[in-house]
């Protein structure tokens, strides 16, 4: 299973379309999950173009968000456990508190994002990924997703790209 992992659009109801570089990519991946601040339920939309979409909301989604997907979310997919969080609170690193939102179902790969920083690094046997922002590099040098396979393993990879057109 092949899976695009965004995280941070961060876009409004104006937006038309999502970088080109983002839609090429995502093309042909079987599920989009994103780890929450989309911003607007337009974003949704664009997603469920190239493909079926879930994910959470982030601490600038609105309330319709909101309920459709909720601040955490847990799946089971290709046999395997995928949590899925936004990241945002105090005390802690935004990959701690990741973390620590799964203590107990100690999921096999942690998605998350508020950072907009992609970070990706096995942590006491979870995958913990962060797939940075593909509209939204704030300080960071490119823009950025993620892939993310299922097979025999997990396999976990950030794209970068420099132009958001």
Same mark, same amino acid.
């Given at each position: 299973?092949?899976?695009?992992? *965004? =995280?941070?659009?961060?876009?409004?109801?104006?937006? *038309?379309?999502?970088?080109? /570089?983002?839609?090429?990519? @995502?093309?042909?991946?079987? @599920?989009?999950?994103?780890? &929450?601040?989309?911003?607007?339920? $337009? %974003?949704?939309?664009?997603?469920?173009?190239? /493909?079926?979409?879930? &994910?959470? /909301?982030?601490?600038?989604?609105?309330?319709?968000?909101?309920? $459709?997907?909720?601040?955490?979310?847990?799946?089971? @997919?290709?046999?395997?456990?995928?949590?899925?969080?936004?990241?945002?609170?105090?005390?802690?690193?935004?990959?701690?508190?990741?973390?620590? =939102?799964?203590?107990?179902?100690? #999921?096999? %790969?942690?998605?998350?994002?508020? =950072?907009?920083?992609?970070?990706?690094?096995?942590?006491? &046997?979870?995958?913990?990924?962060? #797939?940075?922002?593909?509209?939204?590099? $704030?300080?960071?040098? $490119?823009? =950025?997703?993620?892939?993310?396979?299922?097979?025999?393993?997990?396999?976990?990879?950030?794209?970068?790209?420099?132009?958001?057109?």
């Amino acid at each position: 299973m092949k899976i695009g992992v *965004i =995280s941070d659009t961060h876009l409004t109801d104006k937006v *038309i379309k999502l970088p080109d /570089a983002l839609v090429e990519g @995502l093309t042909g991946v079987d @599920l989009i999950l994103h780890a &929450g601040d989309w911003m607007s339920p $337009r %974003v949704i939309d664009l997603l469920e173009r190239i /493909a079926p979409c879930s &994910g959470v /909301a982030g601490n600038n989604d609105g309330q319709e968000i909101i309920e $459709r997907f909720g601040r955490k979310r847990l799946l089971t @997919l290709d046999g395997y456990r995928i949590g899925i969080v936004h990241g945002d609170g105090y005390r802690q690193t935004t990959e701690e508190r990741a973390r620590a =939102s799964f203590l107990e179902e100690r #999921p096999d %790969v942690v998605i998350f994002g508020h =950072s907009h920083i992609p970070y990706v690094q096995l942590v006491d &046997g979870i995958l913990m990924f962060n #797939p940075g922002s593909p509209t939204d590099k $704030r300080k960071q040098p $490119r823009f =950025s997703y993620g892939i993310l396979e299922l097979n025999e393993q997990i396999h976990a990879q950030h794209v970068f790209y420099d132009n958001k057109a």
